[in-house]
Each structure stands twice: as C-alpha cells, then as structure tokens.
C-alpha cells in the first residue's frame, strides 16, 4: 500500500487500451489528464505503479480478451494498482467490482476528467467503483498530448454514443445516446493534431453523417468536413464508420471537390438480405446498397470502400446467406471484414432465439465466416493490382530492424484494419511520407521502393 508522502508523488502508469479507435482516444485523454496531475506515462508494465486497462465490451470476444489482458498485466506487475476502465467497466460495472478483487477501481467511460481522482483514491489504499455520467459537453476532457499509434497519423472522435439502437448493438447501453462533441472543440483538436506533425486524420464516430443530430435534429457533417478542410497545414483526413441507411448523397462529390480528404468510405453494411436486414433494424437490400457503391466509384473511381459483415445473426438461413454472397461477388469490395453475430444482453436480438438456438447457430455461423473470407480474399487482391505501376505517399510506420525495409500505408490502408504497404529503402523515418512506386502485390498488403 502506498502511504504518507508517497499517496502524492509522481506516479508511473501503464495503459493498456483495448477494442476500437474510439476507445484509444479516450485512453489518450485519460493520459493526459493524468500527465497534467504530474504522473508520468510509462511503456515498461514492470515499472509501473498504476496499471489502466482500458476495456472494451461490444461482444463476447472482447470481453474475454479484455478480462485476459487483465490478468495477465496483474501477473506482471502484482505490486502495481491496477484499474479496469473502459467499456466493459461501464456495462459491468457492479459485477466486476464484486468478482474481481484483484481491482484496485472499476472506472467507467463517461466522464475522463475523473481518472486523477480515482488514481489518487487507489493509491491511498481505497477501492472504488466509478461510473460517472457525462458532463456537459463543454466540461468534456477532450485534449490530449500522447498519442498511442504510429507517428504521423491520430484519431479524432466527432461524437459518442449511437441513436440507431440496431437489434444486435450495445453500443447505446454501453455509450449511451448520441452526443456530438462541440464544433469548435472538434476543429481546435484537428488544429493541435496537425501543429504537432499528424499528417493523416482518422475521423471516427459511431456514425459520422449523425454528427449534430442531437443538437437540432439534422446532421452537421458537411459543416464540420467545410472547416477542417480549410485548416492550414500538410494533412489528409480519412473518415471511418458511416451508416449505410444514412449515407449523404453530397459525400462523393465533396471528397471529389477537396483533395485533402481521402477517397475511403467505410459503410458497415452487415448483411444484405432483406429479410436479416429488417430483423436487424435497418432498411437495405441488395440493390440499393449496389446503387451506393456504383455512385461512389462513378464519382471517385480510385475510392476504397470498406464494409463489415455479420454471420450468424437470428433469421439468417441458407437463403440469405446465398443472397449475401451473391451480393459481395457483384459489390467487389476493397476491403471486408466478418464477424460472427454475438447475442447481447439487453439488446432487441437477444431474445430471437434462446442459448441452444444460439449454439447451433453459431457453428454454422463459423463456417458462413471462413466461406467468405474465401470469397473476398481474391476479390481484394485484384482490387489491389490497380496500385501497381503507381506512384503514391506512403506514410511509414516502423522500420523493419536489420533490413532496409520500412512498413508503411498509403491512402487506401487505414490504419489497424487494412493490409500494409512493405518500403524498400535506407533509414526511412517512421511518421514521414515518402514518395513510392508499388511494385506488386503480395497477399492483402502492398510491395513498393521508395523513388523521391
């Protein structure tokens, strides 16, 4: 236990953040709330008095891996304090504080500005569960000043919480109801991010056409994108995360209209057969989701679209998956991702079907699962061959040790979930863009030498 004079010196803290992007800045902001305290930040978990895990709880999955790296930080260091935070310590957060004593404080995600308190109250002995509720928007912590990614590229969260309540999806237990962040706010963050060397921007949200819904019912994306497009500097900006049933028709031509955005669209579609769709909450069908793809690569030809799919989600039979193949064939997307449907507590699905229903289903849902990574992988290597024989900006991340080889991405990689482009060259600094010509395709990720 630490007591007397050391309850109020520097600490050294470790954070472990965990699931989405949006989750990452959270983790950055509580850093920075903790640095202006006078700790410090800390890479080395043996080093460290104070150990943040910070969770996520979407689905099962996660959860498990959140509650794994929970242990195994604890095995690491059992002398530090550790505190779960995060997603899953706001969606269970009475549990957890009843079975998991080797937590010095269960702090939820609403209110970051808390995590100095909770850290000085651990570190006199106590433990606590905290699970604050936002603050107004204008008393939000928002700054940061670490980063927790490669040089040269930063997340920048617009909004919090989702009003869709898609049947499956927790996120509005867990985030609770849209709140979008204030505009200037937004904007100032872009400013700092790009005075501090960020060249690359990745707007996240949970869904970024809702941004300002909450303020006078009608989205303020546009309005926002018109600003941060004009700030000064040498950046891009890629957006992450639109709703497909809300898509803004004026969004291609904008992107077309300002090269300082990225033509990549990520649209999580999750299935395509009506009848799953409609079960899901949402409105799609095959045909209009081919009509958005084919507007966008009739405006932007070069766009990257990324979709993610779910499998295994409650009415979906050999049927719809035939019709959701079908569909990915003629859609060609650049990028995919499958997931297999996780039933949620409090969620409208988790009632369709009971847990035997729920088992069965999901060892059909595993082989939905690699059935289409089969189908996909090959329409993505094709889609890749267009880069060869170009010459892109290819933005390093890490340099490979021993070799003359950097690991980078260019426009259409985003980062964490797309293939990577492999440089050729000497002493190529990690954060830099580099002029390249892509040689070839190697898998999902690109092969390229630098030629400026």
């Given at each position: 236990?630490?007591?007397?004079?050391?309850?109020?010196?520097a600490?050294?803290?470790?954070?472990?953040?965990?699931?989405?992007?949006?989750?990452?800045?959270?983790?950055?902001?509580?850093?920075?709330?903790?640095s202006?305290?006078?700790?410090?930040?800390?890479?080395?978990?043996?080093?460290?008095?104070?150990?943040?895990?910070?969770?996520?709880?979407f689905?099962?999955?996660?959860?498990?891996?959140?509650?794994?790296?929970?242990?195994?930080?604890?095995?690491?260091?059992?002398?530090?304090?550790?505190?779960?935070?995060?997603?899953?310590?706001?969606?269970?957060?009475?549990?957890?504080?009843?079975?998991?004593?080797?937590?010095?404080?269960?702090f939820?995600?609403?209110d970051?500005?808390?995590?100095?308190?909770?850290v000085?109250?651990?570190?006199?002995?106590?433990?606590?569960?905290?699970?604050?509720?936002?603050?107004?928007?204008?008393?939000?912590?928002?700054?940061?000043?670490?980063?927790?990614?490669?040089?040269?590229s930063?997340?920048?969260?617009?909004?919090?919480?989702?009003?869709?309540?898609?049947?499956?999806?927790?996120?509005?237990?867990?985030?609770?109801?849209?709140?979008?962040?204030?505009?200037?706010?937004?904007?100032?963050?872009?400013?700092?991010?790009?005075?501090n060397?960020?060249?690359?921007?990745?707007?996240?949200?949970?869904?970024?056409?809702?941004?300002?819904?909450?303020?006078?019912?009608?989205?303020?994306?546009?309005e926002?994108?018109?600003?941060?497009?004009?700030?000064?500097?040498?950046?891009?900006?890629?957006m992450?995360?639109?709703?497909?049933?809300?898509?803004?028709?004026?969004?291609?031509?904008?992107?077309?209209?300002?090269?300082?955005?990225?033509?990549?669209?990520?649209?999580?579609?999750?299935?395509?057969?009506?009848?799953?769709?409609?079960?899901?909450?949402?409105?799609?069908?095959?045909?209009?989701?081919?009509?958005?793809?084919?507007?966008?690569?009739?405006?932007?030809?070069?766009?990257?679209?990324?979709?993610?799919?779910?499998?295994?989600?409650?009415?979906?039979?050999?049927?719809?998956?035939?019709?959701?193949?079908?569909?990915?064939?003629?859609?060609?997307?650049?990028?995919?991702?499958?997931?297999?449907?996780?039933?949620?507590?409090?969620?409208?699905?988790?009632?369709?079907?009971?847990?035997?229903?729920?088992?069965?289903?999901?060892?059909?849902?595993?082989?939905?699962?690699?059935?289409?990574?089969?189908?996909?992988?090959?329409?993505?290597?094709?889609?890749?061959?267009?880069?060869?024989?170009n010459?892109?900006?290819?933005?390093i991340?890490?340099?490979?040790?021993?070799?003359?080889?950097?690991?980078?991405?260019?426009?259409?990689?985003?980062?964490?979930?797309?293939?990577?482009?492999?440089?050729?060259?000497?002493?190529?600094?990690?954060?830099?863009?580099?002029?390249?010509?892509?040689?070839?395709?190697?898998?999902?990720?690109?092969?390229?030498?630098?030629?400026?």
């Open positions: 236990m630490f007591v007397g004079k050391e309850r109020n010196r600490m050294k803290v470790y954070i472990e953040s965990l699931g989405c992007a949006k989750n990452q800045v959270d983790a950055e902001v509580m850093l920075k709330q903790l202006d305290a006078g700790h410090s930040h800390t890479e080395d978990v043996s080093a460290a008095d104070v150990i943040i895990v910070n969770t996520c709880g689905i099962e999955s996660a959860r498990e891996q959140s509650i794994s790296a929970f242990f195994s930080l604890h095995k690491a260091n059992p002398k530090a304090k550790i505190i779960l935070s995060g997603c899953l310590a706001q969606r269970y957060g009475d549990t957890l504080h009843q079975e998991l004593p080797e937590a010095a404080a269960i939820g995600n609403r970051l500005k808390e995590i100095t308190q909770v000085t109250e651990v570190l006199q002995g106590k433990r606590i569960e905290r699970l604050p509720e936002y603050p107004d928007p204008d008393n939000e912590a928002y700054q940061r000043k670490e980063l927790l990614n490669f040089p040269g930063a997340f920048l969260k617009i909004s919090e919480g989702c009003n869709h309540w898609c049947s499956y999806c927790a996120i509005p237990l867990i985030r609770g109801e849209l709140r979008s962040r204030p505009m200037d706010m937004v904007v100032q963050d872009a400013r700092e991010l790009i005075r060397g960020v060249c690359e921007i990745n707007v996240v949200a949970q869904d970024l056409a809702a941004y300002g819904l909450d303020w006078d019912g009608r989205s303020h994306l546009r926002l994108l018109e600003h941060l497009v004009k700030l000064d500097g040498d950046f891009r900006l890629r992450l995360y639109i709703h497909p049933d809300f898509f803004p028709d004026w969004l291609p031509q904008f992107v077309k209209d300002n090269s300082k955005l990225i033509p990549y669209f990520d649209i999580p579609l999750q299935h395509a057969a009506p009848e799953v769709l409609k079960l899901m909450g949402r409105f799609g069908n095959p045909d209009i989701y081919l009509k958005l793809i084919n507007d966008i690569r009739t405006t932007l030809p070069d766009a990257m679209i990324r979709t993610t799919i779910m499998v295994g989600f409650p009415g979906e039979e050999p049927g719809s998956f035939k019709i959701l193949k079908e569909f990915l064939r003629k859609a060609r997307f650049d990028w995919m991702g499958v997931f297999v449907y996780s039933r949620e507590e409090g969620t409208k699905a988790y009632g369709m079907r009971d847990e035997a229903e729920h088992e069965k289903a999901q060892r059909r849902a595993k082989r939905y699962k690699n059935e289409l990574e089969n189908l996909q992988g090959p329409i993505t290597e094709e889609r890749l061959q267009r880069f060869v024989g010459t892109y900006d290819v933005l991340e890490e340099q490979v040790i021993g070799e003359d080889l950097a690991i980078g991405r260019i426009y259409s990689q985003a980062p964490d979930v797309d293939g990577l482009t492999v440089v050729m060259g000497h002493d190529l600094r990690p954060g830099t863009v580099y002029k390249c010509g892509i040689k070839s395709v190697k898998g999902l990720d690109l092969e390229a030498v630098v030629v400026e």
